[in-house]
């Protein structure tokens, strides 16, 4: 099984800087799709970012893109997500996830096996 083990979430003034790691507990972790997703209240989870696991091409979603930077470090089995210029939109809870095989698209939920447990990012205005 796949444990993803997700930190630094936190609280933040707009404008300012959070650095999410997310952990992941398995021998394959290069072998997986890795993406970044949030829900804010009463909203629909959505993509933020992925990258790819032997190659490490990169995705963003439009309202991440020049702010966010997604990373991974396969040695270390790590993705991270830097995140720039927050904004109070960009508030909610994020998800770290896995996916064995894109099959609709990289920004699709269903396509992720398995889930972080999430951590809250507050972007204060």
């Known amino acids: 099984q796949v444990q993803l083990v997700e930190s630094g979430g936190g609280l933040v003034q707009a404008g300012g800087s959070l650095r999410l790691s997310c952990a992941a507990s398995e021998l394959t972790f290069s072998n997986y799709i890795m993406g970044w997703f949030r829900q804010a209240p009463g909203k629909e989870r959505e993509f933020v970012a992925g990258?790819?696991?032997?190659?490490?091409?990169?995705y963003y979603a439009d309202s991440a893109k020049g702010r966010f930077t997604i990373s991974r470090d396969n040695a270390k089995k790590t993705v991270s997500l830097q995140m720039d210029s927050l904004k109070p939109e960009d508030t909610g809870v994020y998800y770290c996830?896995?996916?064995?095989?894109?099959?609709?698209?990289?920004?699709?939920?269903?396509?992720?096996?398995?889930w972080g447990q999430g951590t809250q990012v507050t972007v204060s205005s």
């Open positions: 990258i790819s696991g032997w190659h490490g091409n990169t």
């Open positions: 996830a896995a996916a064995a095989r894109i099959r609709r698209g990289i920004s699709s939920v269903t396509d992720y096996d398995f």
